[in-house]
């Protein structure tokens, strides 16, 4: 029922750019569990002055502008954070970003197939980092790899399959046949009709399987007998 609620909220959002005091009115949402589903999705000063001339209060105006000011905050106080984060990793080594890998692997990757690497996910820069990953590390160029975009029918295919190729660099033969998946209104998110998808990376090769997985298998039994400095 929540994923039903939500998708509706989002609706009215972004298509009637309703307040929050005007969707709570609406559907009976909760204003904490508003700010929770709405928070990624703030009205413009223009669509507010705009809703002001159609009759908005002013208070929910007010509200709005608040809302933006705190968003814009946290993006700021997030862009610091990233800036440290960054100049801290300048320096990270090899063997750190292969560890980083294979435990992406680990998490996201295919492992019942012996022969098969493959690794989902909505995020294009995970894509991406893979993808160089498996150039870098397995010596598996990026002309080796296949893909398979993961899509639902209220989106435009057309222009997804466009986003990702112009993501990854792929060719179009480098693409099999998406996957359009039925939308199920228990478990849909509405806000990702608005993404691109689940990308799903593919690349054959045994001795490469089997190389990725000793290698998450020996890091594993390593970092479980191995003494950590400083702890």
């Given at each position: 029922?929540?994923?039903?609620?939500?998708e509706q909220t989002i609706k009215l959002r972004l298509e009637?750019?309703?307040?929050?005091?005007?969707?709570?009115?609406?559907?009976?949402?909760?204003?904490?569990?508003?700010?929770?589903?709405?928070?990624?999705?703030?009205?413009?000063?223009?669509?507010?002055?705009?809703?002001?001339?159609?009759?908005?209060?002013?208070?929910?105006?007010?509200?709005?502008?608040?809302?933006?000011?705190?968003?814009?905050?946290?993006?700021?106080?997030?862009?610091?954070?990233?800036?440290?984060?960054?100049?801290?990793?300048?320096?990270?080594?090899?063997?750190?970003?292969?560890?980083?890998?294979?435990?992406?692997?680990?998490?996201?990757?295919?492992?019942?197939?012996?022969?098969?690497?493959?690794?989902?996910?909505?995020?294009?820069?995970?894509?991406?980092?893979?993808?160089?990953?498996?150039?870098?590390?397995?010596?598996?160029?990026?002309?080796?790899?296949?893909?398979?975009?993961?899509?639902?029918?209220?989106?435009?295919?057309?222009?997804?399959?466009?986003?990702?190729?112009?993501?990854?660099?792929?060719?179009?033969?480098?693409?099999?046949?998406?996957?359009?998946?039925?939308?199920?209104?228990?478990?849909?998110?509405?806000?990702?009709?608005?993404?691109?998808?689940?990308?799903?990376?593919?690349?054959?090769?045994?001795?490469?399987?089997?190389?990725?997985?000793?290698?998450?298998?020996?890091?594993?039994?390593?970092?479980?007998?191995?003494?950590?400095?400083?702890?």
């Amino acid at each position: 029922m929540n994923a039903v609620l939500r998708e509706q909220t989002i609706k009215l959002r972004l298509e009637e750019n309703l307040s929050y005091s005007q969707i709570r009115r609406k559907l009976g949402v909760p204003k904490s569990t508003l700010s929770g589903w709405l928070k990624d999705y703030p009205l413009t000063e223009e669509k507010i002055k705009e809703l002001q001339r159609k009759g908005w209060e002013k208070n929910q105006a007010k509200i709005e502008r608040y809302r933006n000011a705190m968003q814009r905050k946290r993006e700021l106080k997030s862009q610091e954070i990233y800036e440290q984060q960054k100049e801290k990793l300048a320096n990270i080594s090899q063997d750190a970003c292969f560890t980083a890998g294979l435990m992406l692997y680990m998490g996201e990757g295919g492992k019942k197939d012996d022969s098969r690497i493959t690794l989902a996910n909505t995020d294009s820069r995970i894509i991406k980092f893979f993808i160089k990953w498996l150039s870098d590390f397995l010596d598996i160029p990026k002309e080796k790899l296949k893909a398979q975009l993961h899509l639902y029918p209220n989106m435009d295919l057309d222009r997804e399959k466009k986003f990702w190729r112009d993501e990854l660099g792929f060719t179009e033969s480098q693409f099999y046949k998406p996957s359009i998946r039925t939308l199920q209104k228990a478990s849909f998110s509405y806000r990702e009709s608005y993404r691109h998808g689940t990308c799903s990376i593919y690349t054959m090769g045994v001795e490469k399987k089997r190389e990725l997985m000793m290698a998450i298998r020996a890091f594993v039994d390593t970092y479980m007998v191995k003494p950590i400095k400083g702890v």
